[in-house]
């Protein structure tokens, strides 16, 4: 069974940059899709971005600018850094995996909300 757990900060200023970490059981980065997803409050699911089983990386447009994702494989961690954020970039943010990169997500942390605020 595969488990991925988000940790970071809660609260973000505006202008920081927000890194949450997602860390992974049951199952290695070096296998798979690894994504991260927000929920802003009243809006639906929006995909950031991923990296993948071999380190390659792919954000999503509207975002790719101010996101960067690395990884740890000896922690079987990746973690997400948001530039230059804003009260619009509060959301609860989940980690995710695809198996084949095919936009499925088989497996979901429990999503940690992050606020930005002054």
Known sequence: QVQLQE?????????????????????????????????????????????????STYSSPSLKSRTSIVRDTSKNQFTLQLSSVTPEDTAVYYCARDRIGGGVYDYWGQGTQVTVSS
């Open 7 to 55: 940790s970071g900060p809660g609260l973000v200023k505006p202008s920081q940059t927000l890194s949450l970490t997602c860390t992974v059981s049951g199952g290695s980065i070096t296998t798979a899709y690894w994504s991260w997803i927000r929920q802003p409050p009243g809006k639906g699911l929006e995909w950031i971005g991923y990296i993948s089983y071999s380190g």
